[in-house]
């Protein structure tokens, strides 16, 4: 290590820096470095974690009164239709119960709008309310529930107008086969689904024993959530546990751009996870449909966390358009982690369909978070080999590598799988690759 440099005072610090960054809704949408990027003119508020617990206390006040539970078909559920209903319509939204029949029984999908935005965008994001017949529900999945119950209530409170339009559900019969969610969907016309620019989906966000999992489908929306958690220096990973299994599935299986979160249910939690986020090596929610997913099975933290990420993710992705830049745009957003003082890595974008050489301008826009840039060397690999500077240990005491570089590659066949190439070379600090973007004008 260079020691002529200065370092960051402390890891609070770096870890400050970032979040601030994160707050503005500045990173991750394009790629861009924050100065560059024209959205989320305003930050999220702080969702307050006593207000979601208070929903969830509701919600497990209804079950005990109902059954025990708020499964699809029994009064618990209509019941929690009509208590989340009521929040709403005082809120100023306009809401809509949509009724569908699954297993003999009636179902009930709530939605609701939030006045004004532009109709053609459509940014909504939801959850599923219905528990399994043998418990409440409290974690799967009145954690989601109450935590976009209460950012909707948010934006009232604040008289936030955002650019896109929101958009929020509430989903019956997920725990038969997301029959709700497919009911809704189905009932969209083409012209309507094509008017969604994204569908935000919360399932199971408060484990007792809790990961911090986001799904991998849309790249802005993943993106978005991924810088979130770095800002808080908490570190994430793709879920896998549920994919395909939770009420997003029903969009992206229309075309419709997903994202999402998740805590872990029943599958149990590793060693390499209990020394990232702590816990023990047992399942993220032993009490995963089981009577005991009672308010007592929730993480504080993990709750408090991913209400304030879902606030951020709607603040930032509704405030202004996300249109990819023109051109053709090849991105790789799989994390890579950087070894402290270690090998160099790589992230790889395979380049298809592109005539002749590479431009004398492509953008390369690179999302590094790291403690400290100033360890890093961070080069362009051509197919050929052949290596681009684009930061070389520059930045003094700065975190992270967040910025859009122009490299003139003209010289370069265009096809062929380009690669991100970053080394530590000093010890101390850590990070990982989050994205890795290519675009061809």
């Known amino acids: 290590m260079n020691i002529s440099v200065p370092r960051r005072v402390t890891q609070a610090t770096a870890v400050a820096a970032l979040a601030a960054l994160a707050l503005t809704g500045l990173t991750g949408l394009t790629g861009t470095t924050a100065s560059a990027n024209p959205a989320a003119a305003a930050a999220a508020p702080d969702i307050p974690l006593a207000n979601v617990k208070q929903h969830l206390t509701d919600l497990q006040s209804i079950a005990t009164a109902n059954g025990g539970n708020r499964a699809h078909g029994r009064t618990g559920y209509k019941a929690s239709i009509d208590f989340v209903k009521a929040k709403l319509d005082a809120a100023g939204y306009t809401t809509t119960v949509q009724q569908f029949t699954s297993s003999g029984a009636t179902g009930y999908n709530l939605i609701a709008d939030w006045p004004g935005g532009d109709p053609n965008q459509v940014l909504m994001a939801g959850s599923h309310l219905d528990s399994v017949s043998s418990g409440p529900g409290i974690n799967d999945n009145g954690s989601g529930s109450a935590a976009v119950l209460e950012t909707a209530l948010a934006v009232a ?9 929101l958009r929020f559900g509430w989903w019956g019969a997920e725990e038969l086969g997301l029959v709700g969610s497919k009911y ?77 979160l998740f805590t872990g249910a029943s599958r149990v939690k590793s060693s390499a996870q209990v020394q990232k986020w702590g816990g023990t090596a047992t399942a ?13 099975n929730i993480n504080d933290t993990a709750l408090d966390r991913n209400s304030d990420a879902i606030a951020h993710a709607i603040w930032t992705l509704s405030a202004g358009t996300t249109t990819p830049p023109p051109g053709k745009v090849f991105e790789n957003t799989a994390d890579v982690s950087i070894p402290d003082n270690g090998a160099a890595v790589t992230s790889t974008v395979n380049v298809t369909g592109i005539t ?18 100033g360890d890093l060397v961070v080069d362009l690999v051509a197919p050929d080999g052949s290596a681009y500077s684009l930061s070389n240990r520059s930045g003094g005491s700065a975190d992270n590598i967040v910025q859009t570089f122009t490299v003139n590659a003209s010289s370069e066949v265009a096809n062929g799988a380009w690669k991100l190439r970053v080394q530590d070379t000093a010890s101390v600090d850590t990070g990982y690759i989050n994205s890795f973007k290519l675009t061809f004008p």
């Open 157 to 165: 409170r604040s008289g936030y107008q955002p650019t896109k339009h």
């Open 184 to 260: 809704y969907v189905a009932q969209l016309p083409s012209t309507e689904r094509a008017k969604l620019s994204g569908y935000l989906n919360f399932d199971m966000i408060g484990s007792p024993n809790p990961g911090y999992f986001v799904y991998d489908d849309d790249p802005t929306i993943e993106t978005t959530f991924k810088n979130y958690f770095a800002g808080l220096g908490v570190p994430t990973e793709i879920e896998t546990e549920g994919d395909g299994r939770s009420d997003h599935a029903s969009f992206k299986n229309v075309g419709i751009p997903v994202g999402g």
């Open 284 to 296: 993220f929610d032993r009490c995963y449909h089981s009577s005991c997913d009672t308010t007592s």
């Open 356 to 373: 002749g050489n590479a431009p004398s301008t492509l953008k390369v826009d690179v999302n590094i978070v790291h403690t400290y840039r």
